[in-house]
């Protein structure tokens, strides 16, 4: 490990260590201060997170819509590559491609 590397974790492990020790006596400020919004603060960190329904319809035409750009008048070549699959492949071929 460099010096360099050493010296920038050191600052960042103090950077937050600072945060944190800001962080809490914002808390505690917080508490004497203004205990109801303290408390709807801590109320809050144990709830789960919010969650959106999506009915099937919705999300069809969400996808639908963000694709929409494809042109599809554009044709997918059909490619058959069952039959190139047990042909042997030679050393100028791979040279070729590398």
């Not at 460099?2 to 260590?17: E, G, L």
Request: with cysteine; charged share 30%; proline share 3%.
């Amino acid at each position: 490990m460099t010096a360099t590397s050493k010296a920038y974790k050191k600052v960042i492990r103090r950077s937050v260590n600072e945060y944190k020790h800001t962080f809490k006596k914002y808390i505690r400020n917080m508490r004497r201060k203004s205990p109801k919004m303290y408390w709807q603060y801590t109320s809050n960190l144990g709830k789960p997170k919010r969650h959106v329904d999506l009915d099937n319809d919705m999300f069809y035409n969400f996808l639908n819509d963000l694709n929409a750009h494809v042109n599809d008048d554009e044709t997918v070549p059909d490619v058959n590559l069952q039959h190139n699959i047990d042909v042997h492949i030679t050393a100028d071929e791979i040279t070729k491609c590398i």
